[in-house]
């Protein structure tokens, strides 16, 4: 959690308010925004931008909503999936959607777990699995932020893990085509050892020469764990980053005072 006097430094331009999908939604048309309110009222104390980002899929998504599930997760083709979630994203636009404060949020629904399009284990076994359900399923997460927020940011993490490597780019092609400008992608696996030819680097790298709006999530706190991010220096990922066309980054607190 960051601090009130970490969100203060002048070096951090906001802050990625984080939910799981379970806490804001306890029953059918039953909404509970409490969690979301309080650090969207610290933005605005201290003057700060805020990102929405709902955690869905495995140990996120309300198990009341029922239909189809696989490894914990609804399954992403899944109607009752479209349905709630959907409805939790137009609560979420009619409460935060004209707020000027808001600089984002994150395209989740179909993940398994948290807010990447990284694909559940074993799920082309699943019965009504097909790439083109799974191209259909995003493309309904997308249309559900872009009616919900339609002056906002849309930010898709991507996955190019098996097989979402096979519909990625078509699920892009939608996003770009529905949001236009307001379309942004991100990898959530930024580092300062991050290879320049390593696929998932590859392809945010050529769609910001595109002139897609592209940004990272840090892969870890470089000072808790130098050996995965490959440096005890938080602005050698970030320096990576920038050479791939990123203008934001969403660094871990411990990170912070590092900034520069």
């Known amino acids: 959690i960051i601090s009130d006097e970490q969100l203060k430094l002048p070096q951090v331009a906001g802050l990625t308010i984080r939910a799981r999908w379970a806490w804001l939604h306890p029953g059918d048309g039953q909404f509970d925004l409490a969690f979301l309110d309080t650090h969207v009222e610290r933005c605005r104390r201290l003057g700060k931008r805020y990102k929405i980002l709902i955690m869905t899929g495995a140990n996120c998504s309300p198990e009341w909503i029922g239909g189809a599930w696989h490894r914990g997760a609804p399954v992403p083709w899944s109607p009752e999936l479209a349905k709630h979630y959907g409805a939790l994203v137009a609560e979420l636009g009619k409460k935060?959607?004209?707020?000027?404060?808001l600089a984002g949020v994150h395209i989740t629904g179909p993940t398994f777990p948290s807010a990447e399009?990284?694909?559940?284990?074993?799920?082309?076994?699943?019965a009504g699995y097909s790439d083109a359900a799974?191209?259909?399923?995003?493309?309904?997460?997308?249309?559900?932020?872009?009616?919900?927020?339609?002056?906002?940011?849309?930010?898709?993490?991507?996955?190019?893990?098996?097989?979402?490597?096979?519909?990625?780019?078509?699920?892009?092609?939608y996003g770009n085509a529905k949001l236009g400008k307001r379309f942004t992608l991100e990898h959530n696996a930024l580092k300062s050892s991050t290879h320049p030819n390593a696929p998932h680097h590859v392809f945010i790298a050529s769609q910001a020469k595109l002139g897609v709006r592209v940004g990272f999530e840090m892969v870890c706190a470089a000072a808790n764990?130098?050996?995965?991010?490959?440096?005890?220096?938080?602005?050698?990922?970030?320096?990576?980053?920038?050479?791939?066309?990123?203008?934001?980054?969403?660094?871990?607190?411990?990170?912070?005072?590092?900034?520069?």
């Open 134 to 173: 799974m191209i259909a399923a995003w493309s309904a997460a997308i249309d559900a932020y872009a009616a919900a927020f339609p002056e906002t940011a849309c930010i898709l993490s991507i996955s190019v893990r098996p097989p979402a490597v096979r519909y990625l780019a078509q699920v892009v092609e």
């Open 225 to 260: 764990a130098p050996g995965r991010f490959g440096s005890r220096e938080v602005m050698d990922g970030i320096a990576r980053g920038k050479a791939a066309g990123g203008v934001y980054f969403d660094v871990y607190p411990p990170d912070l005072k590092s900034l520069r």
């Open 117 to 126: 399009m990284h694909p559940a284990p074993g799920i082309e076994s699943v």
């Open 96 to 101: 935060y959607g004209g707020d000027p404060l």
